[in-house]
């Protein structure tokens, strides 16, 4: 297939590329390089440009005969996104229905979205099912959730396929440390606890040790990036018109925030020094994938189940590219 890739430069994004690349289908990444990396895909496939420029991306599928478009290209930080909404209504939704718009005026039918855990927000129940409640507490999981329901919307009225893949937390990198995960600012977890084994912190500080958990630090799903990509891939493949999947994608382990630390102690044979701090507003205490939808739609099993082999792969990134890809 001919596929566009919105926000293929980023970090989903550019492991979705090289695994469509792999399986042999047609890619185009387009992408502003706000917060992606040039140096994540190839040279000749990044066309730059801006989803909310609807007549240069409708141009971009007429031109490129697009069969498929993958969207990616979004903001994804849940404090970003309370402390300057407008950003994420902008760039998220508005520019969302600048995409949708853009497909509609070139007959482009088929869409895999990146989701998030945050559109259900607080669960009642975890593992967490696709059917629960969805009740995002902050503007990033609102204007997820809405692009879903738009998905809805357009697989009803105009006959659309429509995948939106629930990402609980994205983790890893690409086995050789070839391609991983570089923001700016870095707020994430795993390459925080890197960065303080390469030298590039002092400590890490835990969010929290009174959670109601095991050893009171909050537990998630990581689920590797590759996986999440061959997820995409499945999806892309197996859906059919009129339909819409909304699938979570986890691994369906949780790990504490201790154990991922210890794991990063393990693999890096760095202390990791850390310091209890406050709790950060809006963190779940528990969030695990209930993933056996996904699992049975897309006959996708996750390659990396433990957190070590997850990291182990993070940190051949961050040795490889020690201060990113430093490129901006
Ligand atoms: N976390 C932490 N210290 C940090 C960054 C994250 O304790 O410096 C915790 C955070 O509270 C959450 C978990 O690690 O429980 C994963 O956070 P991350 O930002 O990586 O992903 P999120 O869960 O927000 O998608």
């Known amino acids: 297939m001919r596929i566009l890739v919105t926000g293929g430069a980023g970090y989903v994004g550019s492991h979705a590329v090289r695994a469509l690349l792999r399986q042999g289908h047609e890619v185009w990444v387009y992408d502003n390089l706000s917060r992606g990396h040039r140096r994540a895909v190839p040279e000749e496939l990044l066309i730059f440009g801006d989803i909310s420029d609807t007549r240069h991306l409708a141009a971009v599928m007429r031109d490129r005969q ?9 903001y994804a930080l849940v404090g970003e996104s309370v402390a300057d909404p407008a950003l994420y209504y902008v760039n998220n939704l508005a520019a969302g229905i600048s995409l949708l718009e853009a497909m ?19 669960p009642e129940t975890v593992p967490i099912p696709e059917q629960a409640p969805q009740r995002p507490i902050n503007p990033y999981g609102f204007t997820k959730y809405c692009f879903e329901r738009m998905l809805d919307d357009y697989a009803r009225a105009y006959g659309w396929a429509a995948a939106a893949l629930r990402y609980f937390n994205a983790a ?10 570089d923001h700016d ?43 999440l990509a061959e997820a995409h891939l499945a999806a892309l493949e197996r859906l059919q018109p009129r339909q819409v999947w909304k699938l ?9 925030v201790r154990q991922v630390i210890e794991a990063c102690r393990h693999v890096t044979g760095h202390p990791i020094p850390t310091r209890i701090g406050p709790r950060r507003p809006g963190d779940p205490p ?3 994938a ?34 990113g890809y430093e490129d901006r």
């Not at 890893?172 to 995960?181: F, N, P, R």
């Not at 600012?185 to 959670?211: C, K, M, N, S, W």
């Not at 961050?318 to 201060?323: L, Q, V």
């Open 66 to 74: 697009i069969e498929a478009v993958m969207h990616f290209a979004a």
């Open 104 to 122: 509609r005026q070139s007959d482009v039918s088929k869409i895999v979205f990146s989701s998030t855990t945050a559109t259900y927000g607080i």
């Open 172 to 181: 890893g990198a690409a086995a050789d440390g070839s391609l991983g995960e």
């Open 185 to 227: 600012p870095e707020t994430h977890l795993i390459p925080l606890a890197l960065q303080v084994a390469l030298g590039r912190r002092d400590e890490l500080v835990i969010f929290g040790d009174d959670y109601p958990t095991q050893d009171g630090t909050c537990v998630r799903d990581y689920v590797h990036v590759e996986d």
């Open 248 to 256: 979570n994608l986890g691994i369906g382990v949780g790990y504490s």
């Open 286 to 288: 528990v969030l695990v």
């Open 290 to 323: 209930d993933s056996r939808l996904a699992r049975e739609m897309l006959g996708w099993t996750p390659r990396y189940q433990k957190i070590e082999d997850i990291v182990a792969t993070a940190w051949a990134f961050h040795r490889r590219f020690p201060r």
